[in-house]
């Protein structure tokens, strides 16, 4: 299986800072990698897709990027509709995995 | 809009079975493979395994081998997946997702089912 070691478990951020989240997969996934973002309560919901593809209406403040097998995502301007967990998932084989999750907190 | 349609929620006692219907309407029903991914409170997702509506075809992951069936039926257009040897940990919310063939991404999340297992 594919394991998914996302970093850092928590982060406190201000509004409009920046935020940083990783996600290394233990072997090569191409750029099969997605970002999902989960508010207390709800269903996850798709940020970006193949690594670096932003989902249709997810504001460009979110971003994907890789390197190898370590992929990031970063919110250049947190507002305060995006403090909630982040999950990534590796989409190249089965079974699916998904990362450990990471809470964006208000500092 | 592919729509799926699962039951709210469920309680159940350790050791018994639950069985999660997810309905399926306004696409058809052989179009897409149904996914179900858990998530227990507070916890991560954990993806349980698959199924193709067209064939009846599972793929399941090895966790969960031995104690959940995945099955369909095209006549009401339903997916049921059945755990069975509940214990404590099981309880969590349970997705099923609607995903095209292949290893993929779910971009359609429904309310989900918790199931509560508790004596």
């Known amino acids: 299986d594919i394991r998914m070691t996302q970093s850092p478990s928590s982060v406190s951020a201000s509004v409009g800072g920046r935020v940083t989240i990783t996600c290394r997969a233990s072997?090569?996934?191409?750029?099969?990698l997605t970002w999902y973002q989960q508010k207390p309560g709800k269903a996850p919901k798709v940020l970006i897709f193949?690594?670096?593809s932003l989902q249709s209406g997810v504001p460009s403040r979110f971003s994907g990027s890789e390197s190898g097998t370590e992929f990031t995502l970063t919110i250049s301007s947190l507002q305060p509709d995006d403090f909630a967990t982040y999950y990534c998932?590796?989409?190249?084989?089965?079974?699916?995995?998904f990362g450990g999750g990471t809470k964006v907190e208000i500092k | 809009q592919v729509q799926l349609v699962q039951p709210g929620a469920e309680v159940k006692k350790p050791g018994a079975s639950v069985k999660i219907s997810c309905k399926a309407s306004?696409?058809?029903?052989?179009?897409?493979?149904i996914h179900w991914v858990r998530q227990a409170p507070g916890q991560g997702l954990e993806w349980m395994g698959m199924?193709?509506?067209?064939?009846?075809?599972?793929t399941y992951a090895q966790k969960f081998q031995g104690r959940v069936t995945m099955t369909r039926d095209t006549s009401t257009s339903t997916v049921y997946m059945e755990l069975s040897s509940l214990r404590s940990e099981d309880t969590a919310v349970y997705y099923c997702?609607?995903?095209?063939?292949?290893?993929?991404?779910?971009?359609?999340w429904g309310q989900g089912t918790l199931v509560t297992v508790s004596s």
């Open positions: 997702l609607p995903a095209v063939a292949g290893p993929t991404w779910f971009d359609s």
């Open positions: 306004h696409y058809t029903f052989t179009t897409y493979y």
């Open positions: 199924i193709n509506p067209s064939g009846g075809s599972t």
């Open positions: 072997q090569g996934i191409s750029s099969w």
């Open positions: 193949a690594a670096s």
């Open positions: 998932q590796q989409a190249h084989s089965f079974p699916l995995t």
